[in-house]
C-alpha cells in the first residue's frame, strides 16, 4: 500500500513532481510512494491503478504550478474545468476521504484562489500549503519529508533521515528559543526606557512609576501642598489639590523690605 499519492497536472511543472517523488522514494522506499509514471506496471489498466491508489492512500501531494489551472483539455477549455479530468478526480477524492492533503505551490504559483476552483475542490483552498523553489530544492524537500514523517506514523517508522530529521528539530527548537529570548530582552529594554522617560503607568502590579522627580508629585486622589522657597521678591504658597487633574494655584505677595532701605 502506497502512504503518499503525488498528484499533479500534465504540462504543469512535471519536473518538481519528479524531483519530490524521487526523494520521498529515497527517504521512505518505493512502496510507500505513489507516482504514476513510476508505480503503474507495463500493462496495467492505469484508470483502475490511479483509482485504486487515491481511494488507499494516507496522505496526497497535489504539485501546482503557475499553469496548473491553465493548461487545456482536449476540447481546449482548462482541463480542471473537466470533472473526470484525472488531476481533479484524485483530489476530490482525497477531500471526500478527509486524508491529509499538501497543496506544494512551486516557482512563481501564488496562493490557491477559491474562485478558480470547481466546488468540489474548494476545500483545497483550506489547505496549509508548501512552497517549492528549484534553487532551494534541498531545503525546501526536507521541510516536505519531515512534516509527512511527523503525521504519519507508518512513514516515520522507515524515515531514512530521522537522525537528520531530529536535528533539524532541535535546531529550529533552539532558534525559536533564542527568538523568544530576544524578543524578552527587547521589551525589558523598552520598559526600562520608559521608565527614564519620567512618569506613566506600568502594566501589572507594578502601579504607578516617577523617576528623578524635581519636587513634590501627587500621583494619586487626595490634595497636595507644596511649600517652596522663592528667590527674590515673591514669596508665597503653591498647592495643587484633587486628583492630580486638577489646576496648580499660587499665590504670591510683595516681601517687606527693612526700613533701612533706600533703594
Known amino acids: 500500500m502506497s502512504d503518499v499519492f503525488i498528484n499533479y497536472r500534465t504540462g504543469d511543472e512535471e519536473s518538481a513532481a519528479t524531483l519530490i517523488a524521487r526523494e520521498l522514494v529515497r527517504r521512505f522506499g518505493r512502496d510507500h510512494i505513489f507516482f504514476a509514471s513510476d508505480s503503474i506496471e507495463l500493462g496495467h489498466r492505469f484508470p483502475a491503478e490511479l483509482d485504486g491508489a487515491a481511494e488507499k492512500c494516507d496522505a496526497l501531494i497535489a504539485v501546482i504550478g503557475p499553469r496548473w489551472a491553465e493548461v487545456p483539455g482536449p476540447d481546449g477549455r482548462p482541463a480542471l ?123 501589572g502590579d507594578l502601579g504607578t512609576f516617577v523617576n528623578e522627580p524635581q519636587g513634590p508629585v501627587n500621583t494619586g486622589p487626595g490634595p497636595q501642598y507644596n511649600a517652596p522657597h522663592f528667590e527674590g521678591d515673591n514669596t508665597g504658597v503653591q498647592f495643587t489639590a484633587g486628583d492630580n487633574s486638577s489646576t496648580v494655584h499660587q499665590r504670591f505677595k510683595r516681601e517687606r523690605r527693612p526700613s533701612d532701605d533706600r533703594r
Open 81 to 203: 474545468e473537466a470533472e473526470q479530468d484525472w488531476t481533479r478526480r484524485e483530489i476530490r477524492t482525497a477531500l471526500d476521504r478527509g486524508i491529509l492533503v499538501i497543496p506544494v505551490l512551486v516557482g512563481k504559483a501564488t496562493r490557491i484562489d477559491r474562485v478558480v476552483l470547481p466546488k468540489d475542490l474548494r476545500e483545497l483552498a483550506d489547505c496549509q500549503y508548501k512552497r517549492f523553489d528549484h534553487r532551494n530544492s534541498d531545503a525546501d524537500l526536507a521541510v516536505l519529508g519531515d512534516a509527512l514523517a511527523r503525521q504519519l506514523p507508518e512513514l516515520l517508522e522507515v524515515d531514512r533521515d530521522a537522525p537528520a530529521a531530529r536535528d533539524r528539530a532541535k535546531s529550529k527548537s533552539r532558534k525559536g528559543s533564542a527568538k523568544d529570548a530576544g524578543h524578552s530582552r527587547m521589551r525589558t529594554r523598552d520598559v526600562e526606557q520608559r521608565v527614564r522617560g519620567g512618569i506613566g503607568n506600568l502594566n
